[in-house]
């Protein structure tokens, strides 16, 4: 164990559905990184679905801590400091970033492996038992400590707890930046949102930023709808079990707005529902999956008449930069509310209570508090 190595605990996922709590070593920070103590780390499903990726693995990609260490050639950090992480790091000088594109970052999603060499953003600065270990999105923030590229950290403001703060970097960027970036919803625009989850809750805050005037929010849990009409929904509808093809849905929804919406958006994770939303937008209008929900699902071609515009966004076009800074700003404002999104709080050690409330459908967003 090197001088500054740190032992503690981390949720180590094992490659074929199981997870255990195990103790890792942590090193110090190299040249360009900053190691972090967690304080809180949000639970998504794909953390769920990181129990089956090649393991063993570091879960967690949404988190904030503290700075604990800061490496050689990284400015601007101090120890201590409040921060938040963001998986989707960019680096700045690939195709996409240069397109301004940064979540599609091809140093982030491995493609561009020349230039990535055997760079500790893979085999970690974490060890299990001594061999390196692998962490989810070069994060792996159910842990006590991670050691991350300094890129992947955004500072926050002082005066933010560190239990909301840590689904910045998943859930609210992906929604609210889906509606803001991505479909750049227009003031008097007419929004529709199907599935009113983590993802969801936030594309209804980002459509009212936006200015939306008509935001109709559905879900098949009520306590979830009046959740999102808190959150700035004009309308809400109810999906029923005994309305399989969604019929009765999106006649309800062409009730409200008869010509099809602006903007619609699936945020279910459900396959099945990913062309959803081609049924309830305009001729023009664009149909949104923001969920990255995988699997099959059908097609028929007239749903994409006329001009409607399909589109399946990565992380609500993140540019770090430019879009954390915003998201603060709007909560001290209090136009994006963080407070009622987090509906369950558990320790490291009872994330399979945390699966199990995420999964039961009418938790907000679940928290894994860590220090
Ligand atoms: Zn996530
Ligand atoms: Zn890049």
């Given at each position: 164990m090197n001088a500054g190595t740190l032992r503690g ?14 103790t890792v070593e942590v090193e110090p920070p ?5 190691r ?32 604990e260490q ?55 600065a974490t060890r299990?038992?001594g ?14 400590h991670?050691v ?224």
């Amino acid at each position: 164990m090197n001088a500054g190595t740190l032992r503690g605990p981390a949720l180590i996922a094992n490659g074929q559905g199981r997870f255990a709590l195990e103790t890792v070593e942590v090193e110090p920070p190299h040249f360009g990184e900053v190691r972090v103590a967690m304080a809180a780390a949000g639970v998504c499903h794909t953390d769920h679905a990181s129990m089956r990726w090649a393991g063993p693995l570091v879960m967690g990609h949404e988190g904030a801590g503290y700075i604990e260490q800061i490496g050689d050639g990284v400015e601007g950090l101090t120890v201590g400091q409040p921060v938040l992480l963001n998986w989707a790091i960019p680096c700045g000088h690939c195709f996409q970033c240069d397109l301004g594109a940064e979540a599609l970052c091809e140093r982030t999603h491995e493609l561009d492996v020349a230039h990535l060499g055997t760079s500790r953003a893979h085999t970690g600065a974490t060890r299990l038992r001594g061999e390196p270990v692998q962490r989810a999105f070069h994060l792996g923030t159910f842990a006590h400590h991670t050691v991350v590229r300094a890129e992947a950290i955004t500072p926050l403001p002082h005066d933010m707890p560190l239990d909301l703060a840590c689904i910045l970097g998943c859930a609210v960027m992906t929604g609210v930046g889906s509606a803001v970036n991505v479909a750049a919803v227009l003031p008097g625009d007419s929004v529709a949102v199907i599935g009113c989850g983590g993802v969801g809750l936030n594309v209804v805050q980002g459509a009212r930023i936006a200015g939306a005037s008509t935001i109709v929010a559905i879900d098949r849990v009520r306590s979830r709808l009046t959740r999102a009409r808190a959150m700035g929904a004009t309308h809400t509808l109810l999906a029923e079990s005994d309305d399989p093809r969604a019929e009765r849905l999106i006649a309800a929804v062409r009730d409200i707005v008869s010509r099809g919406v602006d903007h619609a958006f699936e945020a279910t994770g459900v396959a099945d529902l990913a062309f959803l939303p081609l049924h309830m937008a305009r001729h023009g209008g664009n149909a949104l999956q923001v969920s990255g929900a995988h699997g099959p699902a059908t097609l028929e071609l007239p749903r994409l008449f006329w001009n409607k515009r399909y589109i399946a966004p990565l992380y609500g076009g993140c540019v770090p930069a430019r879009d954390f800074p915003r998201l603060f700003d709007w909560i001290a404002q209090g136009r994006i509310d963080l407070a009622n999104q987090v509906t369950h709080r558990y320790r490291l050690d009872e994330l399979e209570r945390a699966f199990a409330d995420m999964h039961d459908g009418r938790a907000g967003k679940v928290v894994l508090r860590i220090a």
